[in-house]
């Protein structure tokens, strides 16, 4: 049984080895658990309520605990900015299979912004797609920081598009009650 799970966990990534991600930009990562950057809201059924993005709460994924879509209210309406999704499995053994599938996939890591007790493991790839938007990609093991989501997570979002709705809600809020943000 386990090894169906991992058969159906690794289907997004069983393409084999493939050129570093930085070097072409069709291997950059863009769709996770059935959710797509860019992609529109309206094609999920689900809505909440988060500052300059709405979060919504997935549950009972294949091959996934839980997870939390994001997207964009201001200046790009109903466009997924943010996926996170925390794997079933949350042991240490399958964040090193997860790991080398990633590498495999999308070639090393560029950076490890895990904290310096190895506590919580994260590993990161910072991407350009097609259009030069970044992307970036997270991959989490954590089963020791109560303060952390504890498990194996992997995170995908546009920062440069999450930053654009942080503007776009402040620049809105502002002129609604241009004086509150002056007192701030």
Not at 158 to 178: G, H, V, W
């Amino acid at each position: 049984m386990k090894y169906i799970v991992l058969a159906v966990l690794f289907c997004g990534l069983a393409a084999g080895p493939m050129p570093p991600a930085a070097a072409q930009a069709d291997t950059v990562p863009m769709e996770i658990g059935g959710f797509k950057l860019g992609s529109s809201i309206e094609e999920y059924e689900f809505i909440s309520y988060h500052n300059f993005l709405k979060e919504v709460v997935i549950d009972k994924l294949p091959g996934f605990r839980k997870g939390m879509i994001a997207y964009g209210v201001c200046d790009r309406p109903g466009e997924i900015v943010k996926i996170k999704l925390k794997y079933l499995d949350p042991s240490k053994s399958f964040f090193k299979k997860l790991l080398q599938r990633y590498k495999k996939k999308f070639g090393e890591p560029d950076q490890f912004v895990g904290d310096s007790f190895g506590i919580v493991k994260t590993w990161k790839w910072n991407f350009k797609d097609q259009n030069g938007n970044r992307v970036t990609m997270l991959l989490q093991h954590n089963l020791k920081n109560p303060n952390e989501v504890t498990g194996n997570m992997v995170k995908l979002y546009l920062p440069d598009q999450i930053e654009a709705e942080r503007k776009c809600f402040n620049m809105t809020c502002s002129m609604r009650r241009p004086g509150a943000f002056k007192k701030a």
